[in-house]
T-cell receptor
């Protein structure tokens, strides 16, 4: 069974640009969560999607958005990039929920904003 | 919001030594998870603890949940270089009808051969 796949693995952007990251969950998993990891703040929850609906959202500005498709694949978008958005973005999938279940993480997308 | 404090922040041990790391929550723990991460990579699930007093083991790693203390400990016996990495604890945080997983900042473990 293939694991969680995140693309691209590395990304370099400049301030003001926008970026779209992709996550393909494990087959059969319907919940996809996104996290931002930085050395200073650690791992912070962005949002969770289940059956194409955003089920929960963390404390991030509206520049961060996401969506989930009918095949459970998910994308997250960051508009008007800021230097502070440089981080490792991780997605995780699970069968039904982001809590009370084991999460399977992708290898992440390392975003650098110059 | 729930905060998870992990201690120590980092740890260097000699191969073969035992070690214990801790995770303390600011709120009641409903579900506590331990994950391991290699630098710049994704997290790998180690264990999930859901009941006070629960203890689980996998290979040489044992985790315990002390519900009263709102704390979990992870113990590694006879550490090996393969145990090196970042250990993160996570906890279920319920906010109304929704829930999310909150993580501590992690403990970096180095094992000297």
């Amino acid at each position: 069974k293939a694991g969680v796949t995140q693309t691209p693995r590395y990304l370099i952007k400049t301030r003001g640009q926008q970026v779209t990251l992709s996550c393909s969950p494990i087959s059969g998993h319907r919940s996809v969560s996104w996290y931002q990891q930085t050395p200073g703040q650690g791992l912070q929850f962005l949002f969770e999607y289940f059956s194409e609906t955003q089920r929960n959202k963390g404390n991030f500005p509206g520049r961060f958005s996401g969506r989930q498709f009918s095949n459970s694949r998910s994308e997250m978008n960051v508009s008007t990039l800021e230097l502070g958005d440089s981080a490792l973005y991780l997605c995780a999938s699970s069968l039904f929920t982001a809590t009370n279940e084991k999460l399977f993480f992708g290898s992440g997308t390392q975003l650098s904003v110059l | 919001s729930q905060e998870l404090e992990q201690s120590p922040q980092s740890l260097i041990v000699q191969e073969g030594k035992n070690l214990t790391i801790n995770c303390t929550s600011s709120k009641t723990l409903y579900g506590l998870y331990w994950y391991k991460q290699k630098y710049g990579e994704g997290l790998i699930f180690l264990m999930m603890l859901q009941k006070g007093g629960e203890e689980k083991s996998h290979e040489k790693i044992t985790a315990k949940l002390d519900e009263k203390k709102q704390q979990s400990s992870l113990h590694i016996t006879a550490s090996q270089p393969s145990h090196a990495g970042i250990y993160l604890c996570g906890a279920d945080e319920y906010t109304g009808a929704n829930s999310k997983l909150t993580f501590g900042k992690g403990i970096t473990l180095s094992v000297r051969p």
